[in-house]
């Protein structure tokens, strides 16, 4: 098993989506590295991030789009409704080797789908053929040539 394809996954993830901030977390879901995060960011109360991680394992969604503010469909407003402190979350879990978390502030625009779909592709491919010891630009050619 290894915890720390999570990490430079997290990296490419960043890379590739532009997103402003995330985590990386190991099989037991602690974190091995944060960009652009603190641990002051988990008590901020806006931030879903190890909700939204568990609610991806307990869906089983690979890759888990989802934001910040809503947890629960069912409770969706039917209204328009603003929230100022809305991000866009994704949750790239992968199997035994941990989970990334990756959000930015909406009013940056959404991660296109195609580019979190092919990230995720790169994370089975390097899972499935025993690539977890490679870097960030092995991982970057490995997305460019898909």
Known sequence: MSDAFAVTFLHL???VTGAERGMALDSARNVMDMVNMTE????EGDFTGFINVQQAYERNERPHITNNIILDEAA??????NFAALRVVIVFTMDDHGAVY??????HGVIPKADVEQLMLVADHAIANDM??????TLRDLYDSR
């Open 102 to 107: 990756i959000d930015q502030h909406i009013s």
């Open 132 to 137: 977890l010891a490679a870097d960030v630009q």
């Open 13 to 15: 993830a960043l890379d």
């Open 40 to 43: 002051a960011t988990f008590d």
């Open 76 to 81: 969706a407003p039917d209204t328009n409704t």
